[in-house]
């Protein structure tokens, strides 16, 4: 089974193209999103009377997802429920600053692509799990560095990027992707731009030859697999 | 008369040696053309394969793309099918971790591709990190095609599931 055959199934009679979440258009309230309907959403808040759970969330109360067990957080297989604690995990409410239309205006001024990415990076990439809380709360400081100051109270100093688990990664990530694609096609030659390091360990430039390890979920893949959206492995637009 | 004979067998000789020529012409020109023929059929076979592979390069750009779409945008009975393809990842057994269900590879495979970042974070260099984002934004282009793989396993029929 590879992703060529995945792809015309994907967008076949059921339509099974990605989602995406557009919190710019929540910007003011993000608390108050259609995303969080507990019905025709993935859930609300966490039951703020429950005990906490895992990054300072408590279990969903109800709605689609206040049944649904998660395995990980952290490193450590421990299975609970899928927890939110929105604008909880730094006792402060939840702004959309990070996402306003001055903000996002930002992010697609940027001139290259790794002044881009950080620029997506501390900005609405990190604002949402950070106010989401729970399991989908990023243990890191806005511009990437740990830092004390955020201790885990569950599972002490244990940094651990399973974000994934919370089913609103996806559609937070698939609108980073379409604002990456939006820049990508705001100047001629951008499809193909990609620089920056390579990774954070060995500061080696990046290459379009990097390989991404999909550690037998699916095929690894390079970098330059993944960067247009219109040819390749990937067939989709916005 | 002999004479006469003989030149008319001579005759009838150059003349049968004459069809005989002709007809290795023409068996040879059938041969010729048949060769041909086949020859033309094969090379067709042959461009044709090629076609139907360059059809599958990867590098060709695709005709009618998909469309993503806001969640706002979408109806309920649309919204509900995405929650149960959600939720249908947990009723499968998970490919990596070997305990948990097929929605707990995601987390782990995230946490294993960010691993690098996870290694800086510890030995706490300060340099800014431009890697650990790129990383990322390739990532949720792959872990989102892999969801997409996924839930289309889900979406149609366990039998596949096992292929």
């Given at each position: 089974m590879t992703y060529a055959h995945v792809i015309p199934r994907a967008s076949g009679k059921t339509d099974l193209t990605s989602r995406y979440w557009d919190w710019a258009l929540d910007w003011e309230d993000p608390i108050k999103s259609a995303i969080w309907d507990p019905e025709t959403g993935f859930g609300g808040d966490g039951d703020p009377d429950g005990p906490l759970t895992v990054g300072w969330g408590s279990c969903i109360?109800?709605?689609?997802?206040?049944d649904y067990k998660v395995l990980f957080y952290n490193f450590i297989p421990r299975l609970h429920c899928l927890s939110r604690g929105l604008g909880r995990c730094f006792e402060r409410p939840w702004t959309g600053d990070a996402f306003k239309p001055s903000a996002i205006q930002h992010v697609l001024d940027q001139g290259t692509f790794a002044d881009f990415s950080s620029a997506i990076e501390s900005g609405p990439h990190d604002a949402v799990p950070n106010n989401v809380c729970?399991?989908?709360?990023?243990?890191?400081?806005?511009?990437g560095a740990w830092n004390d100051s955020y201790p885990d109270r569950q599972f002490n100093q244990h940094i651990d990027i399973?974000?994934?688990?919370?089913?609103?990664f996806f559609l937070h990530h698939t609108n980073l992707d379409r604002l990456w694609l939006k820049w990508q096609e705001?100047?001629?030659?951008?499809?193909?731009e990609y620089n920056g390091r390579?990774?954070?360990?060995?500061?080696e430039p990046a290459k379009l030859d990097d390989v991404l390890t999909m550690k037998g979920l699916g095929p690894d893949m390079t970098i330059r697999q993944v960067m247009?959206?219109?040819?390749g492995i990937f067939c989709y637009t916005y | 008369m002999n004479d006469d004979a003989n030149s008319s067998e001579a005759e009838v000789d150059n003349r049968h040696q004459a069809d005989r020529q002709a007809d290795l012409k023409f068996l040879t020109r059938r041969r010729i053309s048949a060769l041909f023929v086949t020859t033309v059929i094969i090379l067709a076979i042959i461009v044709l394969a090629f076609l139907s592979t360059a059809s599958k390069d990867p590098r060709q750009a695709c005709v009618s793309p998909a469309v993503r779409r806001e969640w706002r945008q979408l109806n309920n009975t649309e919204k509900k099918t995405y929650i149960d393809a959600v939720k249908c990842l947990q009723t499968f057994p998970s490919q990596l971790t070997g305990i948990g269900r097929r929605s707990d590879d995601f987390p782990w495979l995230h946490r294993h591709i960010a691993k690098s970042s996870e290694s800086y974070f510890r030995t706490r260099l300060t340099v800014s990190d431009s890697t650990q984002s790129t990383i990322r934004q390739c990532s949720y282009h792959i872990i989102d095609i892999s969801s997409t793989y996924t839930r289309s396993l889900c979406a149609s029929s366990a039998t596949t599931l096992a292929s």
């Open positions: 109360a109800n709605g689609s997802f206040a729970g399991d989908f709360y990023y243990l890191e400081a806005p511009n399973t974000c994934t688990i919370d089913p609103v705001k100047k001629a030659g951008r499809t193909w390579a990774n954070s360990v060995n500061l247009d959206t219109k040819s | -």
